[in-house]
Every structure is written in structure tokens, then in C-alpha cells.
């Protein structure tokens, strides 16, 4: 027996809402691990796995999950307010990662060893670069006057393909931490696959997020 199409919406709505979830629980879930793994004071390198892993595993999939329809933690609230959610998280993130950057490039010079020369070095820096000019391009949603050749609407397309790029880069700077020594010493096994897997659920849940609020309804359109 077909399924009609309404019905069809409801269980893909059903499903989107299931998978919001769970990314809501698997970032807040995954920063906790970190956070109990490095035990951030103990020492002055505990802070980095800590405050990057609250940027990028938890508040930056916030900022971005407080706009979808189905999981959003703010569902009842108006746009404005939600945007303005979204802006404070954006912000934190970025100085936890600005903060997680500078520990680590000071940790290093205090040890005497070489920085941005492997993979997860690189690309954290990139990320953290990426996300700063992605903040200040933000702006010119707040102030859309300011952008005479552009419309509203071109505006926050463009702004969220580049989030979403963003983010999946921050998703990658995290699967190349868990490479590190210091994450393959102390997680190992099934339990290093799942922090693995962390990432990649909520990047898959984002990216299905962002395609379906812009780039499937910009296709669409005539």
C-alpha cells in the first residue's frame, strides 16, 4: 500500500526531529567526555581539548540547531530571537576557540615544540581563522543596508553554505584531534570508533538541516 504524501512529510518531519535530538545529545554528550577525559585546570594543555571541543562540538551545533524547525530549543520563540541566540553562541564559540588556540600555541612555546605542523594543527587553525571571518561576515545580516548589490535573501544562502562549511570544518579539526597521541593513549577500542562517530553525526544532521532550509528551496525556486 502507497504511502501519500502526506503521510510521507510526517514521517521524514518525524525523522528530522529524531536526528535533531540526538545531535543535541551527542554534542552536549561528547563535550562532557572531553571535558572529563582532559579534566580542564589540571593542567595548562587541558584547557585546549576542553574549550574546542565546547566550540565546535556544542555550542556552534546550537547555534545552528536553534533555527530548525523540528529540534530547535527555541521553537516557540520569533526569528529575532532566535537569531540573537544564534549570535551570542556564535560569539562564545569563537572565543573558546580563540582562547583554545592561544593555550595551545603558548603550550607549545613553553615546551619548546614546533606548532601548525601536523594535520589537526593546520586545520584548527584554519577553522578558527574560517570562523572569525565567518562572524564578521555575519554582519552584514544585521546590517543588510550595507550590502546595496545584494539582497536579503542572497545574503543568508551565501551565509549559511559558508557556515555549514565552517562547521564541517570544525568537525574535521576535531576527528584529527582523536589521532593525537595524547586522545589514542587514554580512548581506545569501540569507545574511540564512537568518538569518532560523534562528529559525524552532527555534521550529517546539520548539513541535512542547512540543504533543506536553503540550497533545496533556492533549487527550487524559478
Known amino acids: 500500500m502507497a504511502l501519500t504524501s502526506e503521510t510521507e512529510s510526517r514521517i521524514y518531519r518525524s525523522l528530522r526531529a529524531v536526528s535533531g535530538i540526538t545531535?543535541?545529545?551527542?554534542?552536549?554528550?561528547?563535550?562532557?567526555?572531553?571535558?572529563?577525559?582532559?579534566?580542564?585546570?589540571?593542567?595548562?594543555?587541558?584547557?585546549?581539548?576542553?574549550?574546542?571541543?565546547?566550540?565546535?562540538?556544542?555550542?556552534?551545533?546550537?547555534?545552528?540547531?536553534?533555527?530548525?524547525?523540528?529540534?530547535?530549543?527555541?521553537r516557540s520563540f520569533s526569528r529575532k530571537a532566535k537569531v540573537r541566540f544564534h549570535w551570542a553562541l556564535q560569539l562564545?564559540?569563537?572565543?573558546?576557540?580563540?582562547?583554545?588556540?592561544?593555550?595551545?600555541?603558548?603550550?607549545?612555546?613553553?615546551?619548546?615544540k614546533a606548532h601548525f605542523v601536523t594535520w589537526h594543527g593546520l586545520t584548527g587553525l584554519l577553522t578558527v581563522l574560517y570562523a572569525s571571518m565567518q562572524c564578521i561576515g555575519g554582519v552584514a545580516l544585521l546590517y543588510p543596508k550595507l550590502m546595496k548589490n545584494w539582497t536579503l535573501a542572497k545574503l543568508k544562502v551565501y551565509h549559511a553554505?559558508?557556515?555549514?562549511?565552517?562547521?564541517?570544518?570544525?568537525?574535521?579539526?576535531?576527528?584529527?584531534?582523536?589521532?593525537?597521541?595524547?586522545?589514542?593513549?587514554?580512548?581506545?577500542?569501540?569507545?574511540?570508533?564512537?568518538?569518532?562517530?560523534?562528529?559525524?553525526?552532527?555534521?550529517?544532521?546539520?548539513?541535512?538541516?542547512?540543504s533543506n532550509a536553503y540550497l533545496y528551496r533556492k533549487r527550487i525556486q524559478p
Open 23 to 74: 545531535a543535541h545529545l551527542v554534542s552536549l554528550g561528547f563535550t562532557i567526555f572531553v571535558a572529563v577525559l582532559a579534566r580542564p585546570g589540571s593542567s595548562l594543555f587541558s584547557w585546549h581539548p576542553f574549550l574546542m571541543s565546547l566550540a565546535f562540538s556544542f555550542l556552534m551545533t546550537e547555534a545552528l540547531l536553534v533555527f530548525s524547525p523540528e529540534s530547535s530549543l527555541l
Open 161 to 210: 553554505t559558508s557556515g555549514l562549511v565552517g562547521y564541517l570544518l570544525g568537525c574535521a579539526s576535531l576527528m584529527l584531534a582523536m589521532c593525537s597521541l595524547w586522545f589514542t593513549t587514554t580512548v581506545t577500542g569501540l569507545c574511540w570508533y564512537l568518538s569518532v562517530l560523534c562528529p559525524i553525526l552532527t555534521s550529517l544532521v546539520i548539513m541535512n538541516q542547512v
Open 92 to 112: 562564545l564559540a569563537l572565543l573558546c576557540a580563540l582562547l583554545g588556540l592561544t593555550i595551545i600555541s603558548y603550550n607549545k612555546y613553553l615546551n619548546g
